[in-house]
């Protein structure tokens, strides 16, 4: 990604890319009229570029090369030299009880066995995982006291500590455990806005309240939350799990013998008063619960654009929630999420690098039938610095050569104190001409506005 982005900003090049040869990229640069060879294989690394002459191409070419073939400077010949495995590493400090992998799906099962056997917990933010894998490991941390938070696990916040992509929130009593690394980020920020902290956000994985894993993880978060005594309230979030996966769940929630809140997203069936249905429910619930408001100003639709409505998002539990809402509307509902595994195989997630985002929605405000278009922009650490400032860009571009026929929509996930600027971010994209409200939910109430449902 920073290849992609040094050549980019190369004065004379249009387009830049440094990335695997997945068919996802293949596909992109395909589409940009890019001619590749017929033998490449995943393992690749393509690198392409696109300027208006050759000096610019050899000057873009030069970035890269400069970035790939760049080694580390040792620190000094006092630095102790790094490790070159999980096990050597934890060997140095006794101490340390948590392991981060975060490497190619094929190998992380492989690294993760290796850290529960060393007797760590383990953020796993790897995907691909097979989900044999998943269950024999959950089983083998299950076994071992230990917490597994994934595989594709994208957030965790573990005593005011953010492992992957973590806003930046106040401490306080609630307690998250999230099947889900967005959705998590939105409540948290969302009782954040509410003045409310929380105490830890146990990441899961999408997959653990599956039958096949049995929420073996929502189960162990769940206790050490009810055995915290910093956490007061306990919020889990997941999209509707295994029936017998929820009664295990609601069981573990009233041993604890404290608070909760369930938010089981898109759930038709809330039989019990602890559950909600969307993250923005959720949020509300926990902050009053907490003694909060959870109150955003949302912005009205002055005039409808009619059409489909196109959502095209980082966040997967953001797209479904607005998509799900848009969709029930009775709709044309064409909602993508680019941080799907399939999207990001051999390429930066797009948090983290949102330019294959940004030029889809180049690419709908073309398509005439489509009438609004939902974005999100999420923040916090381990995302894009300035998310909103590319953005922006394309959605000005966009308003103007639709010229009063298309409503641009963004939900922006993110606090006060996230290193890009909340406030800041939210004005690029006001003053590019988008609607910004502050949660998915919202954001597809919006979309049904403008579109002509309201």
Known sequence: ???????????????????SATPVNLELLTGRGFELP????????????EGVNDA????????????LSARPRPAGDTAQAAPRSLRS???RDPDLNLAFVSVPGRYAAYEVAGALEAGLNVFCFSDGVSLEAEVVLKRRAAAAGLLLMGPDCGTAIVSGVGLGFANVVRRGPVGIVGASGTGTQEICCLLDAAGVG???????????LSGPVGGLMTLAGIQLLADDPAT?????????PDPSVTERVLSALTAAAKPAVVALLGADDLGDERMVATLEAAAAKA???????VAFHEPTVEVPTPGAVAGLFAGGTLCAEAGAIVAASGFDARFVDFGDDEMTAGRAHPMIDPSLRNDAVARAALAREIGVIVLDVVLGHGAHPDPASELARVIRDALEQRDGDLTIIVTVCGTAGDPQGLSSQIHALEAAGALVTRSAASAGRLAVDAGGGG
């Open 56 to 67: 610019a191409l050899d000057r873009a070419a030069a970035a890269i090369e400069a970035l």
């Open 198 to 208: 929380i105490s830890h956000a146990i990441g899961v994985g999408g997959r653990d």
């Open 38 to 49: 017929a033998d490449l294989v995943p393992d690749d690394l393509l690198i392409a570029i």
């Open 1 to 19: 990604m920073l290849a992609s982005r040094d050549a980019e900003e190369t004065e004379g090049i249009v387009f830049a890319a440094a990335a």
């Open 89 to 91: 590493a934890a060997g």
């Open 232 to 240: 007061e309230i306990i919020c889990v979030v997941s999209k509707p």
């Open 287 to 293: 902050a009053e619960l907490a003694g909060g408001l």
